[in-house]
């Protein structure tokens, strides 16, 4: 195991509601980043989360937004839910101390947009 | 812009013969590649990396890949497959330049190794 932890495991949603996923990262490591895998396809980035502050961010719109908390745990919102954004919600942590830190993924949040 | 190529969907191995997944990559400067292994229902785990250095990486549960820089590939080798091998398998590259450390994945390759 990862020691990355997130919160909830599935979630059942319906078009428009707005939803909260949470993710708790690896002792030690100080860089969140959040992922979406659909199913079939590989993980894509949605952003990520530095010291507090959005680190960079993949081609999401703003409905997506997140927050780092000073225990470098962190929170993924989306609103207005659509239905394409039923996936898999990967959290993953790092310790950006160099360039060549690893991510490391928790089990991740199944949602289901109907 | 970096991308990962799996060309191969599905593989099939016997249980005991070796085993190869397949990743191309495309990114500006010199790349760190990264493979992970998804098992049904749960998350990434992180297999092996190449930063720098030797060709041959080795990692987790027998696993290696070799990095080749004139093809731009980075193929994942077991010498001898195990039925628990059968998973996910996803090619992961990062562009050591970009501010954000963000991790472009392949369409994965789902391995099936049989008894």
């Known amino acids: 195991e990862t020691g990355v932890t997130q919160s909830p495991t599935h979630l059942i949603k319906t078009r428009g509601q707005q939803v909260t996923l949470r993710c708790s990262s690896q002792?030690?490591?100080?860089?969140v980043s959040w992922y979406q895998q659909a199913l079939g396809q590989g993980p894509q980035f949605i952003f990520q989360?530095?010291?507090?502050?959005?680190?960079g961010r993949g081609n999401f719109p703003p409905r997506f937004s997140g927050l780092q908390f000073p225990n470098y745990s962190s929170e993924l919102n989306v609103n207005a839910l659509e239905l394409d954004d039923s996936a898999l919600y990967l959290c993953?942590?790092?310790?950006?101390?160099?360039?060549?830190?690893?991510?490391?993924f928790g089990p991740g949040t199944r949602l289901l947009v109907l | 812009a970096q991308s990962v190529a799996q060309p191969e969907d599905q593989v099939n191995v016997a249980e005991g013969n070796p085993l190869t997944v397949k990743c191309t990559y495309s990114?500006?400067?010199?790349?760190?590649l990264f493979w992970y292994v998804q098992y049904p229902n749960r998350g990434l785990q992180f297999l092996l990396k190449?930063?720098?250095?030797?060709?041959l990486v080795k990692g987790s549960y027998g696993f290696e890949a070799e990095f080749n820089k004139s093809q731009t590939s980075f193929h994942l080798k077991k010498p001898s497959a195990l039925v628990s091998d059968s998973a996910l398998y996803f090619c992961?590259?990062?562009?050591?330049?970009?501010?954000?450390?963000?991790?472009?994945f392949g369409s994965g390759t789902q391995l099936t190794v049989l008894p």
């Open positions: 993953a942590s790092s310790r950006t101390s160099s360039r060549q830190e690893t991510q490391y």
């Open positions: 002792s030690g490591h100080n860089t």
């Open positions: 989360y530095y010291r507090e502050e959005e680190n």
């Open positions: 990114v500006s400067g010199n790349p760190y």
């Open positions: 190449y930063i720098t250095g030797d060709n």
């Open positions: 992961a590259v990062r562009d050591p330049l970009g501010s954000a450390r963000q991790l472009t």
